[in-house]
Nanobody, 127 residues
Framework: QVQLVESGGGLVQAGDSLRLSCAAS???????????MGWFRQAPGKEREFVAG????????SYADSFEGRFTISRDNARDTVHLQLNSLKPEDTAVYYC?????????????????WGPGTQVTVSL
């Protein structure tokens, strides 16, 4: 099992930035550096959607079109953490943000391809 815990959410104003973090722990017979990591978000009344993903070593990243240029995903395998930098936040970015781990060898964008999920962290952006 891999436990994921997100942090860094909060209430901010439009135009502000936030840095979300996700810490991994637990034993799965597979080190953190062998998981593709992803960030998803779910706004009230909407489906959970893919935001960004990062490969094992961090050499490759993938973003949903809506977020490329404003959000940046990164990882620190020495600390078993993954981050999501959110810049130029808009009220429509208000959502619960989840990190997830996948045993795939590519960066999947579908929820079903991720094996472990954190409980989420709330991001609220006001005008």
């Amino acid at each position: 099992q891999v436990q994921l815990v997100e942090s860094g959410g909060g209430l901010v104003q439009a135009g502000d930035s936030l840095r979300l973090s996700c810490a991994a722990s637990g034993r799965s017979g597979r080190s953190f550096s062998r998981y593709v990591m992803g960030w998803f978000r779910q706004a009230p009344g909407k489906e959970r959607e893919f935001v960004a993903g990062i490969s094992w070593t961090g050499s490759r990243t993938s973003y949903a079109d809506s977020f490329e240029g404003r959000f940046t995903i990164s990882r620190d395998n020495a600390r078993d953490t993954v981050h999501l930098q959110l810049n130029s936040l808009k009220p429509e970015d208000t959502a619960v943000y989840y990190c997830a781990a996948s045993a795939k060898t590519y960066i999947p964008t579908s929820r079903a391809s991720y094996d472990y999920w954190g409980p989420g962290t709330q991001v609220t952006v006001s005008l």
